[in-house]
């Protein structure tokens, strides 16, 4: 019931809700590109739906990123393929990986700390043919 709750709350406001993949992208961000004041750039929680939504860019005949600016995150490596070319931002996902299994690890073994535990990794930005930089827009 909660999860729920958050998906209509996040539709409410124009996010859309779904798998994590291509074709959430396409489907996801297909409506809100297509209106007469669409959005001048689209964030996506991976890459995956990045590729959609410039596909789904293409596809109504947007110039990326001179109409639209898409950005991805985790930058696996489709992203830098030449045909997709996604600005995204990279994560460390093996230490974060590394990081959750520690503490899966302890809680199983019955280490549970006091406070919550959170774990802050750097990432950073890795620029390619998507985005508009900042101060162009």
Same mark, same amino acid.
């Given at each position: ?57 293409? !596809? $109504?005949? =947007?110039?990326?990123? +001179? ?10 490596? #489709?992203?830098?393929? *030449? ?6 931002? !990279? $994560?460390? =996902?093996?230490?974060? +990986? ?10 199983? #073994?019955?280490?549970? *700390? ?24």
């Amino acid at each position: 019931e909660a999860l729920a709750g958050v998906v209509v709350s996040l539709l409410s406001l124009g996010l859309c809700a779904g798998w994590f993949g291509q074709g959430a992208g396409y489907a996801g961000i297909l409506p809100r590109i297509s209106l007469a004041q669409r959005p001048r750039a689209v964030g996506c929680i991976t890459d995956s739906v990045a590729v959609g939504a410039l596909n789904a860019a293409r !596809a $109504l005949g =947007l110039r990326v990123p +001179a109409d639209v600016s898409i950005v991805g995150i985790d930058n696996v490596p #489709m992203s830098g393929w *030449p045909i997709c070319n996604i600005s995204t931002v !990279a $994560l460390p =996902l093996p230490q974060m +990986a590394e990081d959750a299994a520690n503490l899966l690890v302890d809680r199983l #073994m019955g280490k549970l *700390p006091e406070e919550p535990v959170r774990h802050i990794h750097p990432v950073h930005a890795v620029p390619r043919g998507t985005h508009t930089p900042a101060g162009q827009i």
